[in-house]
């Protein structure tokens, strides 16, 4: 595994050609983009503007829960940014799932993902492209909403059992992990082709797992409430060779200057490291 800076998950609002270069600066070899930026700019551009750091990943670059013809309108312009991603060397796109809804009941909800997931996972096969699906652990997330959806690592993939295709897996992230109750055995028992992307970071102490914020969280090994070094070194004997990045949703880190944050990631993602 490799350690990627995502400017967005740390409040970094640069171009992304200075973010490219603070991110060599502070040691991470990899970093994720818009997709939308690498069709735009064309292969050659892209990948001159990298620099050499590997293109780590990118975010679906649209709703998955929209209306049947907005989705529609969004899979059918997908394989253009799919091929744009793999023109620059990229291989992974990831989603979250919310894990809740108000009008749709769990087996519905459950086969309108499969049915959707499915078709994006076609596009993205042909683009030897990996699609990671990210459960949300919190309870609070799903408090006051009528039905509860998957937010858990085992419902996540039975759903990505479910869909079927051999280029679908998890995005696991150390907050959803720890708030779903998940376990170091869990992540052991994966194989490494299970898991897509990585996300790393810390919560806060002295709040019960039940009512944690999804929005409140900390950098990894701030307050070492997550056992953060466990699950990297977890993910390294499944032999996981993804990216990492630090998503810690930090008002703290949101208030930072721009290298200063970067600076912090990289120096909290060094902590944690599997040695």
Not at 32 to 38: E, G, I, K, N, T
Not at 203 to 226: F, M, Q, S, W, Y
Not at 255 to 269: L, S, Y
Request: aromatic share 10%; hydrophobic share 45%; net charge negative.
């Amino acid at each position: 595994m490799f350690k990627a800076l995502s400017p967005g998950a740390i409040g970094v609002n640069l171009p992304f050609e200075e973010c490219v270069a603070l991110a060599k600066k502070h040691g991470f070899e990899g970093i994720y983009f818009d997709v939308r930026w690498a069709a735009e700019l064309g292969p050659e551009k892209a990948k001159a503007a990298l620099q050499g750091l590997k293109p780590a990943g990118f975010g679906l670059p649209f709703d998955h829960r929209a209306d049947t013809p907005e989705f529609t309108e969004s899979v059918l312009a997908l394989p253009e940014m799919a091929e744009a991603a793999r023109a620059i060397g990229c291989t992974r796109c990831s989603t979250w799932v919310q894990s809740w809804h108000d009008d749709i009941e769990y087996a519905d909800n459950f086969m309108l993902h499969k049915r959707r997931f499915q078709w994006i996972c076609e596009v993205f096969d042909r683009n030897d492209i990996q699609f990671g699906l990210e459960f949300l652990g919190p309870k609070t997330l799903r408090d006051g909403h009528k039905f509860d959806f998957i937010h858990d690592m085992p419902e996540m993939l039975r759903l990505c059992f479910e869909i079927g295709a051999d280029n679908v897996g998890l995005l696991l992230d150390s907050w959803h992990w720890h708030t779903s109750g998940g376990t170091i055995d869990d992540i052991i028992k994966l194989k490494a082709g299970q898991v897509v992307d990585v996300h790393i970071n810390d919560a806060p102490a002295g709040v019960p797992v039940e009512r944690l914020k999804d929005n409140a969280r900390a950098l990894p090994g701030e307050t070492g409430v997550i056992d953060v070094k466990g699950f990297l070194q977890a993910l390294d004997r499944i032999f996981y060779k993804g990216p990492v990045m630090v998503e810690p949703f930090s008002e703290r880190v949101r208030r930072m200057q721009p290298e200063e944050a970067i600076a912090a990631a990289a120096e909290a993602m060094n902590s944690v490291w599997p040695s």
